[in-house]
């Protein structure tokens, strides 16, 4: 005879959330940036050489994040008991961990040339406005190859794409996932429906990785060289910038 397993002691079914959840997170953004942005204005105003425009956005924006995802943590544990770094498949390592190091210095090949078939125009986006002297240039770069990478991936293959493919299944939840994604970037690229659609290319390559490695972190890896590889390039083409 078996004796059944505790309530609390079960593994739930995968994903264990569901859209209200989804739309309580959504509607948690606006917020957590709010709030991010009136502690960091704040204490910025302290300050008697106020710092440079980077250093603000950044730390606007990954407070904004760490709020963010304080909500989540908060949502994951008391609503279901579940642990957040888990809960989000991060696992280490995953199959086939070194072939993933190639993958987002090759896509960013693969977007480059896809970008030249489509006449994509050249945009001064808001972020390049940004890199405007060493330090700025240097701290853009960091956060864009791993915080950054990491609180996106977090977001989009660890949180949404388990619900999006449970709803539309693989193919159909990895596009939908990537839809936000590309959207949210869109700005950055005065809508450039070029850029948007390469970057929801991209997107669905990252979704993928999280599919088949069954691993948030191994997304995250790829995005991150994603971006370390177009942080290099800049960096070779603006390199008196830095010296």
Do not use: K, N, Y
């Given at each position: 005879m078996t004796v059944p397993q505790p309530l609390e002691s079960r593994e739930p079914s995968f994903p264990f959330w569901n859209w209200i959840d989804a739309a309580m997170f959504a509607g948690l953004a606006l917020p957590c940036l709010l709030l991010a942005m009136a502690i960091t204005q704040g204490v910025f105003h302290l300050f008697t050489e106020p710092p440079s425009l980077a250093i603000k956005a950044l730390a606007m924006q990954f407070l904004g994040y760490a709020f963010w995802f304080g909500s989540l943590w908060l949502m994951l544990k008391f609503r279901y008991g579940q642990p957040f770094w888990r809960?989000?498949?991060?696992?280490?390592?995953?199959?086939?961990?070194?072939?993933?190091?190639?993958?987002?210095?090759?896509?960013?090949v693969v977007v480059v040339v896809l970008g030249e078939v489509l006449h994509t125009p050249v945009i001064d986006n808001s972020i390049q406005r940004l890199l405007r002297d060493r330090l700025s240039i240097l701290l853009v770069g960091f956060f864009a190859t791993t915080l950054g990478p990491l609180a996106e991936e977090l977001i989009f293959r660890g949180f949404l794409q388990p619900l999006t493919i449970r709803t539309c299944g693989?193919?159909?939840?990895?596009a939908l996932a990537s839809v936000p994604f590309a959207l949210l970037h869109g700005p950055q690229y005065a809508w450039s429906w070029q850029h948007v659609l390469l970057l929801f290319l991209a997107s669905a390559v990252f979704g993928v990785v999280r599919w088949k490695s069954g691993s948030t972190a191994a997304a995250t890896l790829v995005h991150a060289t994603y971006n370390l590889t177009f942080y290099t390039g800049f960096l070779l083409q603006r390199k008196e910038l830095l010296f």
């Open positions: 809960s989000m498949a991060w696992r280490i390592p995953w199959p086939r961990t070194a072939l993933t190091l190639s993958i987002g210095p090759l896509l960013v693989v193919a159909g939840g990895i």
